[in-house]
């Protein structure tokens, strides 16, 4: 090789090994600007959502969401308050409402569903097969005792239930009647739900069918024995009270494929547990007044409430129940307002849900009433509404119509003279139960057991309650909830 063609080897060779470095000083700085971006990006995020005003409350899901929590010695070493701060952190990012907007038409884009198809979110739940063996012999040990000490004075039927019958209107009845526990009443079917060729995907304890949302249930006969345990502790402290226990199903004990009957507990069986472990407290039969109205309107699709007919029928069986007088729904104007989603796209995201908005209906009573409210502790007195004005509330949080936030007690005095003077326990299934007692009794206090804070008995003892109503779902019956009821009496 000549020198020439060495040398311009050389020169080629020397431009090469520049060109790399100064690619590779090049990416450096991308990397390091890059890095930098990123960086300043995640702090202005992480300050954005430290400093920004957190949301409160999810209109999409209908509830309060959750508070920075409170520092002890205790929480901090057991790492509740550190996990306090995650769940708080989480869930209640600015903009929560958007985001889950977002990701439901995230989700939409990927392949359509036909019109039988069934998308369950979620874990799902499944019945603790043991526990309802035991809660069985339980309950038979239960009934042998009940009977042994009934068969001493009266000669009972050891497979019976006594159950004090339900007052009348002139006055407390102290007839009892028998009720044979294993007695089931048919049930309406609904022949479309046979389908065993309805098809679904597993993806939050949630089941979509026909842009219908139903909670899959889970079920505890335990916790159902506690339940009645709790309310019964109400009528060994209040004797001369009526006492009732209303225990209201949800939309899957009418609506859930027959193809999925297996991921779910029976709510009728627990409902009927639980009635079997009340004493001198009367049940109310909401799943029976319910059942031959399946083809009404009796729950939201898109919301995990019921609908503001269900209610009626369910304290139309409650008046029954009670002896009380009841109105008829002609007596009540009827309100209708489209376009709702509600509580359950909130839960789920399901684009099913979003994009096919239902009908809100609810009724607004006729009968004369007055409305006070109070905070939890009982004081700041002043005048409230039982039906909200509609227009003053976001879309998806319809339901609040009735009664508003559960964190207030209401005193509701009516034009009825019969001396019966209610108080209802209850969850956010109460709320829309109200307006239809306003014309069976004198006065109706409405107290919530998850936002109460001074003793009940007390409480209903400077009421001079006559009657005691503890309404709530069975979620809230054999869930979490029903812990609260024997917190209320204790505190």
């Known amino acids: 090789m000549s020198d020439q063609a060495s040398n311009e080897a050389e020169r080629r060779e020397m431009l090469r090994k520049k060109r790399e470095q100064r690619i590779q000083?090049?990416?450096?700085?991308?990397?390091?600007?890059?890095?930098?971006?990123?960086?300043?990006?995640?702090?202005?995020?992480?300050?954005?959502?430290?400093?920004?005003?957190?949301?409160?409350?999810?209109?999409?899901?209908?509830?309060?969401?959750?508070?920075?929590?409170?520092?002890?010695?205790?929480?901090?070493?057991?790492?509740?308050?550190?996990?306090?701060?995650?769940?708080?952190?989480?869930?209640?990012?600015?903009?929560?409402?958007?985001?889950k907007d977002y990701v439901a038409k995230v989700r939409g884009m990927f392949g359509s569903s036909s019109e039988d198809s069934v998308k369950l979110h979620g874990k799902i739940p499944t019945p603790n097969k043991q526990e309802e063996t035991e809660s069985e012999e339980s309950l038979a040990e239960l009934n042998n005792s009940d009977a042994t000490e009934a068969d001493k004075d009266k000669g009972t039927d050891k497979n019976?239930?006594?159950?004090?019958?339900?007052?009348?209107?002139?006055?407390?009845?102290?007839?009892?009647?028998?009720?044979?526990?294993?007695?089931?009443?048919?049930?309406?079917?609904?022949?479309?739900?046979?389908?065993?060729?309805?098809?679904?995907?597993?993806?939050?304890?949630?089941?979509?069918?026909?842009?219908?949302?139903?909670?899959?249930?889970?079920?505890?006969?335990?916790?159902?024995?506690?339940?009645?345990?709790?309310?019964?502790?109400?009528?060994?402290?209040?004797?001369?009270?009526?006492?009732?226990?209303?225990?209201?199903?949800?939309?899957?004990?009418?609506?859930?494929p027959t193809k999925y009957s297996d991921m779910t507990a029976s709510e009728s069986d627990n409902i009927d547990h639980i009635n079997n472990f009340l004493k001198d407290v009367t049940p109310v039969d909401v799943l029976s007044a319910l059942d031959p109205h399946t083809d009404e309107k009796i729950y939201q699709n898109t919301d995990h409430h019921?609908?503001?007919?269900?209610?009626?029928?369910?304290?139309?069986?409650?008046?029954?129940?009670?002896?009380?007088?009841?109105?008829?729904?002609?007596?009540?104007?009827k309100e209708t307002r489209q376009g709702y989603v509600g509580t359950l796209y909130g839960f789920t995201g399901d684009s099913d849900l979003k994009d096919n908005p239902e009908e809100f209906t609810y009724y607004i009573p006729k009968a004369n009433y007055t409305t006070e409210v109070y905070n939890s502790y009982m004081e700041d007195q002043g005048q409230g509404s039982l039906v909200l004005d509609i227009d003053n509330i976001e879309t998806g949080s319809w339901y609040c119509v009735f009664i508003g936030t559960d964190d207030t007690v209401l005193d509701i005095k009516t034009d009825v003279k019969n001396g019966r003077k209610l108080a209802v326990v209850k969850d956010s299934y109460g709320n829309a139960l109200i307006p239809w007692l306003t014309s069976s009794f004198e006065e109706i206090y409405v107290v919530d057991m998850r936002y109460f804070d001074v003793n009940a008995v007390e409480q209903f003892k400077k009421w001079r309650i006559t009657d005691l109503l503890f309404t709530m779902n069975t979620f809230s019956a054999t869930g979490d909830n029903f812990e609260n009821i024997e917190i209320l009496r204790t505190q």
């Open 25 to 99: 000083r090049n990416q450096e700085r991308i990397s390091v600007i890059g890095i930098v971006l990123t960086a300043a990006v995640m702090l202005c995020a992480g300050a954005c959502f430290i400093l920004i005003d957190r949301p409160e409350m999810s209109q999409t899901e209908n509830r309060m969401l959750a508070t920075f929590p409170d520092l002890s010695l205790s929480s901090l070493f057991s790492g509740e308050f550190t996990a306090g701060i995650d769940t708080w952190y989480t869930d209640t990012i600015p903009g929560r409402e958007a985001f």
């Open 306 to 333: 019921w609908s503001h007919l269900g209610a009626y029928y369910a304290a139309e069986e409650f008046a029954k129940t009670a002896g009380v007088p009841f109105a008829d729904i002609s007596k009540y104007d």
């Open 160 to 256: 019976k239930e006594s159950v004090t019958a339900a007052p009348t209107s002139e006055g407390t009845a102290e007839t009892t009647v028998s009720v044979t526990t294993a007695a089931k009443k048919q049930r309406k079917k609904n022949k479309a739900l046979e389908d065993p060729n309805i098809n679904g995907e597993i993806s939050n304890n949630i089941l979509v069918y026909k842009n219908r949302g139903i909670m899959l249930y889970g079920g505890s006969f335990s916790n159902g024995e506690k339940y009645a345990e709790y309310v019964n502790a109400y009528k060994e402290d209040l004797p001369d009270v009526n006492v009732y226990s209303m225990v209201c199903p949800t939309p899957v004990s009418f609506y859930l």
